[in-house]
């Protein structure tokens, strides 16, 4: 079964009556055939049976749920059915789902309810935008996930919109074992491994390779265990690289995946005032050789890079920072932005401004407050898009009892945490990044939308043998 997609514009000035139009045929990507293929360690056998969301009324039926919503792009997107997220260089105009738009969200349109539904073999969306919603030139339009149509990445209205819990598990583990995944800084799904690093109590950094059955099941796997085996551990020595509360099993700390064939560690405390010091590892993956040494950073104030607690017991980790395209983004003391650190020259730094004090704030017992999906940096109010424009967000976390970053395959993520209702818990969360292109329509001529124009999107979907 094929589906195609055809797309009509219609503008109307309000004070001449004039009215534009066009109409372009789309593409339809990868993206929902992915939402059903990326079984990671075949946790939709068992989803609906524990936590998380149901295929019904969240993805099923496609139209409405997994094609139930409509982005607007300023620019023409990357025409490949692999391509299944905007760069968020690539500013949004304007959105809209299943519903009417019940506030005063200047980007969000309303679904035409009377003039949308069911037709033969397919399904026809009419979406309405006021003279006060998304306003600007629109020169591509992409169907995505219902939740992606209320905000996008985020806005003033909602947030966590942009992640969908599909399932969640838990497990009776402890001591090591709960390290390995506490402590992961890399996820190799198709190779069906993960790194985890650690540093134990006497300054040994500890680097181990993980096999994992995240794409390909084994003989004897379960969903009740997780499957894992050791395949490597490599033991590091450094000299500088030396956290001063290692006896006591703590500190501010924290290692993440470069993806340029290395790993960095970062060490500091927090501090109000003055110039802040961090002590910095560089880990190449291929021999495990390392680089180190240690950064003043001129005049500024960091808030904690990250915070470890409890190797090899019952650990768990805050993760207070993120990496992107070779920089370390670490929050201000003071919460008003956040310090942009090139992780090879400490002296190309950027004070990134939020325009306004971030609460930090993390609810659902979620240790990890700064996380990255796709190419945006994301806190619980804000989100950084990947030309470091900053967009303030209602206040809201959706991770669940979370201890690490969010780890990408294709449309979804998958975090591990901690638990304590009960004993200690290791616990898993998958998540679908609802913010994907389902097509891609790049229209023959953009068209501008001001504050005199309307707006009607009529967005027709067909099945074809």
């Known amino acids: 079964m094929k589906i195609v997609g055809m797309t009509e514009i219609v503008l109307t000035d309000i004070n001449t009556g004039e009215i534009e139009s066009i109409k372009d045929e789309n593409m339809v990507t990868n993206a929902v055939t992915q939402v059903f293929d990326s079984n990671i360690e075949g946790m939709f056998f068992n989803i609906g049976n524990e936590g998380g969301t149901t295929w019904t009324e969240n993805i099923l039926p496609i139209a409405g749920y997994a094609m139930g919503g409509i982005l607007l792009f300023n620019d023409p997107l990357v025409e490949n059915v692999n391509n299944i997220y905007a760069p968020t260089d690539n500013p949004c105009i304007g959105y809209a789902n299943m519903e009417v738009n019940p506030n005063a969200n200047t980007m969000?349109?309303?679904?035409?309810?009377?003039?949308?539904?069911?037709?033969?073999?397919?399904?026809?969306?009419v979406w309405d935008f006021a003279t006060s919603q998304a306003n600007g030139t629109i020169s591509a339009i992409?169907?995505?996930?219902?939740?992606?149509?209320?905000?996008?990445?985020?806005?003033?209205?909602?947030?966590?919109?942009?992640?969908?819990?599909?399932?969640?598990?838990?497990?009776?583990?402890?001591?090591e074992i709960a390290s390995r995944y506490i402590d992961v800084v890399e996820v190799n799904f198709e190779g069906n491994y993960f790194y985890s690093i650690s540093m134990d109590n006497t300054?040994?950094?500890?680097?181990?390779?993980?096999?994992?059955c995240f794409?390909?099941?084994?003989?004897?796997?379960?969903?009740?265990?997780?499957?894992?085996?050791?395949?490597?551990?490599?033991?590091?020595?450094?000299?500088?690289?030396?956290?001063?509360?290692?006896?006591?099993?703590?500190?501010?700390?924290?290692?993440?995946?470069?993806?340029?064939g290395f790993w960095y560690g970062f060490l500091g405390t927090s501090n109000s005032s003055g110039s802040a010091k961090i002590k910095w590892i560089k880990i190449k993956k291929s021999d495990y050789s390392f680089t180190e040494g240690s950064w003043t950073l001129t005049n500024a104030q960091i808030y904690q890079i990250g915070y470890h607690v409890s190797?090899?017991?019952?650990p768990y980790r805050y993760v207070q920072s993120a990496m992107r395209n070779g920089y370390l983004y670490v929050m201000k003391y003071d919460k008003t932005g956040m310090y942009k650190i090139n992780?090879?020259?400490?002296?190309?730094?950027?004070?990134?401004?939020?325009?306004?004090?971030s609460s930090m704030y993390a609810p659902n017992y979620s240790y990890t407050y700064i996380f990255r999906l796709s190419d945006i940096i994301c806190g619980s109010d804000f989100i950084i898009y990947a030309d470091d424009r900053v967009?303030?967000?209602?206040?809201?976390?959706?991770?669940?009892?979370?201890?690490?970053?969010?780890?990408?395959y294709g449309p979804y993520g998958i975090t591990f945490g901690r638990k304590d209702y009960g004993g200690y818990k290791l616990y898993k969360g998958l998540w679908l990044i609802t913010p994907y292109l389902a097509t891609i329509n790049n229209l023959s001529t953009a068209v501008t939308k001001t504050a005199d124009k309307t707006m009607k999107i009529t967005y027709l979907l067909h099945e074809i043998q």
């Open 215 to 260: 794409r390909q099941i084994g003989l004897n796997f379960t969903l009740l265990q997780d499957g894992d085996e050791i395949l490597e551990t490599i033991s590091i020595t450094p000299s500088e690289f030396i956290n001063p509360n290692a006896s006591s099993n703590y500190g501010y700390f924290d290692f993440f995946d470069g993806e340029d």
């Open 142 to 175: 992409s169907l995505t996930h219902r939740n992606a149509g209320i905000g996008y990445w985020g806005d003033a209205f909602r947030t966590s919109s942009k992640l969908l819990e599909m399932k969640n598990a838990e497990y009776e583990k402890t001591g």
């Open 108 to 125: 969000r349109g309303s679904l035409n309810i009377a003039e949308s539904g069911k037709i033969e073999n397919g399904y026809k969306y």
């Open 343 to 357: 992780a090879n020259n400490s002296a190309d730094i950027t004070e990134i401004s939020f325009g306004f004090t």
């Open 391 to 408: 967009q303030k967000t209602a206040n809201g976390n959706p991770l669940e009892y979370c201890c690490t970053p969010v780890f990408q």
């Open 311 to 314: 190797y090899a017991s019952n």
């Open 203 to 212: 300054n040994q950094i500890l680097i181990k390779k993980i096999r994992k």
